[in-house]
């Protein structure tokens, strides 16, 4: 059994001269054995770690590079098979803080896939929300409720629980995306659901269209199809095509140039993946995000409850997750724990375009979720 799978140890009751206890007395200890006995524990004696002053996370900032998980990711492409059983060729993030589980965050999982030519990774359905982020490489589609849709670089690919789906690679070459997924979240609400599905797909859901029925349907700005539900759990759109999100975080920092708001802070634009029927996230536990740092610029510091992983997209700049700070490079991947701040600065030379996806759906549903922003 796993460390952080090991039911935790009854509770040693002391009494002690501490501030703000009860003087140790024989009759104290006589109560708190009374206590052990019946597995009680009084709240004096827990709030500071239950009610801490603000979030304390589990999870610790961490760096991993993408030339190194590319590497592994290729060896492995060569050693270990896709079919049943493994499922997919996908290496999970194991934050360092998180007794060795493969989580990124304890509410977030995160993981480089790797496909070899010709492959196909089997049909299967989970509960967990997913979806899929194209850093580089062409030529692979994942097929959805029997739509195929293509996967380019930069674009991003949400995907709502209990979808079946499976990929296919019909290029020449290998290729390797980012999964995201709120596995930890599932296992810890131990609400996890999953099914295998068919052994093959067909041979018409094989083939390689450049828009898929989804974008056909719903990949039009500001127009809904009437003849489909609006509000379903996720977003019906299965594909947001890099062009797109490229085009708005462009045309943010060009209204800042000409004077008008356009950008979150000076030299910072962003945008949210949203639904489009309904304008919330497009999935109901992750939400995900591109944001780009104008050359030269520096971000304002922030801190939010709830955890993040970015993926550096472009560009090469520093970073910095509370006390620890970075020179990131593309393709890098880095953890941001609970009500930890983060700041990134850009080169000189050209923008700095990063991914991030974050749990804060969740603590929006429970009205938990803050935000601090520092000063310019």
């Known amino acids: 059994m796993n460390p952080i799978d090991l039911p935790p140890s009854p509770v040693r009751l002391q009494a002690t001269s501490a501030p703000n206890q009860p003087e140790p007395t024989a009759a104290l200890e006589e109560l708190y054995r009374g206590f052990e006995q019946e597995l009680l524990v009084p709240l004096w004696t827990e709030i500071g770690g239950l009610m801490p002053p603000h979030p304390r996370s589990k999870a610790e900032a961490h760096l991993w590079r ?16 896709v079919g049943r059983g493994g499922e997919r060729r996908a290496i999970a993030l194991a934050n360092p803080a998180l007794g060795g589980r493969p989580y990124a965050t304890p509410t ?10 010709g492959e196909h990774a089997p049909e299967h359905r989970h ?14 589609w994942t097929v959805v409720g029997g739509d195929p849709v293509r996967m380019s670089r930069g674009d991003f690919l949400p995907q709502a629980g209990w979808n079946w789906h499976a990929h296919h690679n019909a290029a020449t070459e290998p290729m390797a995306w980012i999964d995201g997924l709120d596995i930890p979240f599932s296992y810890y609400t131990e609400s996890q659901f999953f099914e295998h599905g068919r052994d093959e797909i067909t041979a018409a859901e094989q083939t390689t269209p450049d828009r898929s029925r989804s974008e056909r349907l719903w990949g039009h700005p500001g127009l809904r199809p009437l003849s489909q539900p609006a509000d379903t759990p996720g977003t019906p759109l299965l594909a947001y095509r890099w062009e797109d999100t490229d085009r708005a975080l462009s045309d943010q920092l060009a209204l800042e140039e000409e004077g008008h708001v356009g950008v979150i802070s000076p030299g910072h634009a962003a945008v949210r993946f949203t639904h489009p029927g309904t304008g919330r996230d497009v999935l109901p536990t992750i939400r995900c995000e591109m944001h780009r740092v104008r ?7 922030w801190r939010e409850v709830g955890s993040s992983v970015y993926q550096i997209f472009e560009g090469t700049g520093k970073v ?16 941001v724990p609970s009500w930890v701040s983060f700041q990134a600065r850009c080169d000189d030379d050209a923008a700095l375009d990063l991914f991030r996806f974050s749990d804060a759906p969740i603590f929006e549903a429970l009205h938990q979720h803050r935000v601090q922003i520092d000063a310019e």
Do not use: C, N
Not at 66 to 81: C, F, N, Y
Not at 110 to 115: E, G, P, R, V, W
Not at 295 to 301: L, M
């Open 66 to 81: 993408w030339d190194r998980l590319k590497q592994l990711a290729s060896e492995a492409g060569h050693i270990v098979p």
């Open 108 to 117: 977030l999982w995160a993981a480089i896939q790797y496909l070899m030519p």
């Open 127 to 140: 509960t967990q929300h997913a979806f899929r982020f194209i850093v580089e490489g062409e030529g692979v």
């Open 295 to 301: 050359a030269g610029s520096t971000t304002r510091s």
């Open 320 to 335: 910095s997750v509370g006390s620890k700070e970075w020179r990131v490079q593309r393709g890098d991947m880095l953890v």
